[in-house]
């Protein structure tokens, strides 16, 4: 592709230069060979001054071309391209929650983001580029190409019904994808600002070069003489004339520049805010501030509000201001209604620019109390084509009226805004189940415990009866009751440990007594298959530092398992061995194996081997897992189909943590 200024420098070189400065006045020749010399001297002088005031007028028009009218339009496209991206993700997010409620995948956000994507990187591609900024697009290119790949992935997955490799998916393939491509724009939005700001410092370098070219030209020409002053001065004139005229033009166009990288990096700050404010506040009003405070603060507008809502027969909700006191904002009572003027944004479907909101036909004037205004921005805020709130921004009566950079920036953060208050809202509906989930948790631990005590105490006094059915009654119903309790606590736990709460109380404990503690609690169990369970941990094992309760109960879904998966008349094996800073542990059994497609899958939550033993509540591994790595261990297995199954876990030995607290 072309060089991204040639088109700019061709066009600068078509427009006719300014007026020469050697076009007024008329010069005598004089008589005599010093005369005609100096007069010789003096033409080329002046010939030599037009013809680089010609080159730097040039060169200027081409620096400031270039910024003026080439690198914005990039910006702008490469920034909606990052939207995109971002809503492609969001896309992702909602496909997934829309599968997990049984909702059919819909492909068309997905189509459209991408769509929209490669749109605004052809108007990009369109301009020319700069020196070395086509290498720098590969690196785009690549990414949408990964985001294209994972995408298909993702929605082969969901429709599928793979839920679990699309989760995977999302976090480990579009999410990365997506950062890179987001990576990649950013920089080349860098690389168009880090141009403009190179040409800016350009062009006051090059005239300054220019007056000193142009006052050593004056100072040499006024030294020929009385006869040709008159004509050098008015070339300086005129020069100077040029210079000025030029440089007022080369400064208004880099304050333009400047304030629009001003804008453009308060609008950034203005996202960023709003977008922790969503992560770290889950009050919807309180996100809904945050806009109205940034979307003054970016427009400098004396009072700025949010309001939700389209009908205009109720008043928004929520409606929130920036910038008008407590006082004045109790004084005037319930919130507005979606109606008048503000109605009309809603209605119209655009923004609305006012110098005086009494201008438009839909006011209805003010209410009692309100402070008076008069210009006004009013921009719907829309996401997926749905109106999701208003912005309104107005300035007291009098003030300079809203300007078109103005209403740039506040479309630019409605558009960002839109896509926040969908966010704000899904996080919020996340959080929302996320606390219901725990509150039905906590009331099942604590309607139920006390019932299954009763029950048990109960049973314990049936079995005390002479009659035999009614003690096997009695020890089903006990056991039962057992199996519950331990479901309730496992998912009690496997809560604790999703949210990150798992806490333990560690201490040094002899590697070797937990392995034969172990050992002991299940040899009963052992003994009703006729399965002999051996210890190969030594002695001369270094302590480890854990709970003792905790770590037992690894052992007992691990040795467990091995009972239940392993053949009667079999061995398991439970060993431990030291290994550099941790002491190794691990159950071997001689049982079926588990096929190498089901391996990522064990330490799953809730999940269960197809047609295999249901009886348990799928939970064991995935809890031996939290409390492996609550105590900064690592567990895993090895197992094939027909060799059993081997499960390894470690913990941190004394040695090693008494080092970790060593100043």
């Known amino acids: 592709m072309a060089n991204r200024r040639s088109e700019a420098v061709a066009g600068a070189r078509e427009r006719p230069e300014g007026p020469s400065v050697a076009e007024d006045g008329d010069a005598t020749v004089p008589s005599g060979l010093l005369v005609f010399s100096v ?39 490469l920034s909606a391209a990052r939207g ?46 700069y020196p070395d900024e086509h290498e720098h697009y590969f690196e785009v290119e690549r990414a949408v190409h990964a985001i294209e790949g994972q995408v298909a992935t993702l929605l082969g997955h969901l429709e599928a019904g793979e839920e679990d490799a699309a989760v995977l998916g999302l976090r480990t393939g579009l999410s990365p994808a997506a950062s890179r491509t987001d990576k990649a724009l950013q920089y080349l939005v860098n690389f168009n600002a880090q141009e403009q700001h190179r040409l800016g410092v350009e062009i006051p370098a090059l005239r300054r070069h220019a007056d000193r070219v142009g006052y050593l030209l004056a100072a040499a020409t006024g030294l020929l003489g009385l006869l040709l002053m008159v004509l050098v001065m008015r070339a300086v004139r005129r020069y100077q004339t040029l210079l000025r005229a030029q440089n007022r033009l080369t400064e208004a166009r880099a304050r ?69 006191s407590a006082a004045a904002a109790e004084a005037l009572g319930r919130a507005p209604r979606a109606d008048g003027l503000l ?28 402070p008076p205004m008069g210009p006004f921005l009013g921009v719907p805020i829309v996401h997926d084509g749905r109106n999701v709130g208003n912005l309104y921004l107005s300035r007291t009566e009098g003030a300079l009226p809203f300007s078109e950079r103005d209403e740039r920036a506040a479309r630019l953060l409605a558009g960002f805004v839109g896509v926040s208050i969908s966010n704000s809202r899904l996080y919020n509906e996340a959080m929302a189940a996320k606390r219901a989930r725990e509150d039905l948790l906590a009331t099942v631990s604590h309607d139920l415990k006390n019932p299954l005590s009763t029950i048990r105490i109960s049973t314990h006094l049936l079995r005390r009866s002479a009659e035999p059915g009614t003690v096997n009654l009695a020890e089903r119903i006990d056991r039962t009751a057992e199996r519950m309790t ?22 040094p404990e002899a590697a070797a007594a937990l392995v034969d503690s172990a050992i002991e609690i299940f040899r009963p169990m052992a003994g009703e298959k006729s399965i002999q369970l051996h210890s190969q941990a030594p002695s001369s094992l270094l302590a480890v530092v854990c709970e003792r309760d905790l770590v037992l109960r690894v052992f007992s879904n691990l040795i467990g398992n091995a009972i ?20 190794q542990f691990s159950v071997t059994d001689s049982g079926p194996g588990i096929p190498a497609g089901h391996l990522p899958h064990v330490f799953d939550r809730y999940w ?18 939290g409390i492996v790595e609550a105590h900064g261990g690592r567990i895993w297995l090895e197992s094939a189909p027909g060799r059993g199954t081997t499960m390894f876990f470690t913990l941190p030995n004394a040695r090693r943590s008494d080092d970790a607290r060593a100043p």
């Open 39 to 77: 007069l010789i001297a003096t033409m080329l002088g002046f010939a030599g001054s037009m013809v680089y005031s010609a080159h730097v007028g040039s060169k200027l028009d081409e620096n400031a071309v270039s910024i003026a009218t080439d690198a914005s339009p990039a910006i702008e496209h």
């Open 84 to 129: 995109e991206v971002l809503r492609i993700q969001l896309a992702a997010v909602s496909a997934l929650e829309h599968f997990t409620e049984g909702m059919p995948v819909d492909r068309a956000p997905f189509d459209n983001s991408l769509s929209s994507l490669h749109r605004e990187l052809t108007a990009y591609l369109a301009l020319p580029f």
């Open 256 to 324: 333009e520049v400047a304030e629009f990288g001003s804008r453009l990096e308060s609008l950034i700050a203005a996202s960023m805010k709003i977008s922790e404010t969503i992560t770290t506040i889950d009050d919807t009003r309180k996100v809904f501030q945050t806009i109205a405070d940034e979307g003054r603060a970016l427009t400098n507008a004396q009072y700025s509000a949010v309001g939700v809502g389209t009908d205009p027969g109720r008043s928004f909700d929520p409606w929130v201001s920036s910038g008008m």
């Open 343 to 370: 109605g009309a944004v809603i209605r119209e479907g655009r923004l609305i620019r006012l110098a005086d909101l009494r201008d438009h036909p839909a006011f209805r004037g003010l209410p009692a109390h309100h």
């Open 486 to 507: 331990r479901l309730i606590g496992d998912l009690l736990d496997a809560s604790k440990i999703e949210a990150g709460v798992l806490g333990t109380a560690a201490r």
């Open 564 to 583: 239940k998966f392993s053949p009667e008349g079999s061995s398991i094996i439970v060993a431990a061995k030291p290994m550099p800073g941790e002491v």
């Open 608 to 625: 269960q081997e197809k047609g295999g033993d249901r009886r348990g509540s799928g939970l064991g591994l995935y809890i031996a897992k």
